[in-house]
C-alpha cells in the first residue's frame, strides 16, 4: 500500500464521523466508501521481476495503445505507450536495471492520456536510466485527472529491474523510449503489469557490434 492511501483514508473516515454526527448517519457511507476507494486504488502488490537478459519490463499496469519508430531529439527510437486507468495499479517501476543519468520534468497540458499528442504536450517526468549496454527512457505522462507525478529516485541513483520508482495519480499513460533494434514482445491492445511484462529485449551493445562484425567479415550475402 502507498502511503498516500492511508492519507485520504483518514481524512475521510474523519469526515465520515463528522457528516454522521452533524447530519444522518446513512450520510457517513459517503465518506466511507471513497475511503476504501482510496485504499483500494493506491495498492502496491509484489511482482515477480523477470530475470531475462536484456528485457525491458513495462514502468507501470495499463493496456498497450501504441508501439510505433518515433525520433527523439534527433534519434530514431522504439516506443512502447502504455494507458493506466482509474482501476489500474499506479506505482511506477523501472523498465531496466540501470544508473538514473537524467531527469526532466517537463510542465504542460492536461489532455486525455489515449491521445497521441499527450506524450508531447502533457505535464510530464521524464527519465533516462543507462544499463545493461543500453539507455532506456520512460516517461510518465499526466492525463485528465492526474495531477501529481512522483519519482524518488534522484540522479546517479542505481536501479534494479522492476524496483519501485514512484506513481502518478489516478488516470495517466506511460512511454517507454529504447533501441529500434530491440526485439518487441507486446502489441496493442496486449495488458502488461508493472515489473513482470516483458515489453522487449534489448541486445547488448558488445553483442551489435559482434554481430555487425560478423556480417561484414562475411561480406554481402
Known amino acids: 500500500m502507498v502511503r498516500d492511501g492511508y492519507y485520504y483514508a483518514l481524512v475521510l473516515i474523519a469526515a465520515a464521523f ?91 497540458k492536461f489532455l486525455n492520456a489515449m491521445n497521441c499528442a499527450s506524450a508531447e504536450q502533457n505535464e510530464q517526468n521524464i527519465v533516462r536510466v543507462e544499463g545493461e549496454g543500453q539507455s532506456v527512457v520512460f516517461k510518465q505522462i499526466a492525463g485528465l485527472l492526474a495531477r501529481r507525478i512522483v519519482f524518488v529516485p534522484k540522479i546517479g541513483d542505481r536501479l534494479e529491474r522492476g524496483q519501485r520508482v514512484g506513481l502518478i495519480k489516478f488516470g495517466s499513460r506511460v512511454d517507454v523510449l529504447f533501441d529500434p533494434g530491440a526485439s518487441v514482445a507486446v502489441k496493442v491492445g496486449d495488458r502488461v503489469r508493472g515489473g513482470a511484462s516483458v515489453l522487449a529485449y534489448l541486445q547488448a551493445k558488445g553483442e551489435l557490434a559482434n554481430a555487425a562484425g560478423y556480417s561484414a567479415a562475411r561480406g554481402p550475402q
Do not use: C, M
Request: glycine share 8%; proline share 8%.
Open 18 to 108: 463528522v457528516v454522521g454526527w452533524l447530519a444522518r448517519p446513512a450520510w457517513a457511507a459517503i465518506p466511507v466508501l471513497l475511503a476504501l476507494f482510496f485504499l483500494w486504488f493506491f495498492r502496491d502488490p509484489e511482482r515477480v521481476i523477470p530475470d531475462a537478459p536484456g528485457a525491458v519490463v513495462s514502468p507501470g499496469d495499463g493496456k498497450i495503445t501504441e508501439v510505433s519508430l518515433v525520433t527523439e531529439r534527433g534519434e530514431e527510437r522504439a516506443r512502447i505507450s502504455i494507458f493506466l486507468n482509474v482501476f489500474d495499479v499506479h506505482v511506477n517501476r523501472s523498465p531496466i536495471a540501470g544508473v538514473v543519468r537524467d531527469i526532466r520534468y517537463q510542465r504542460g
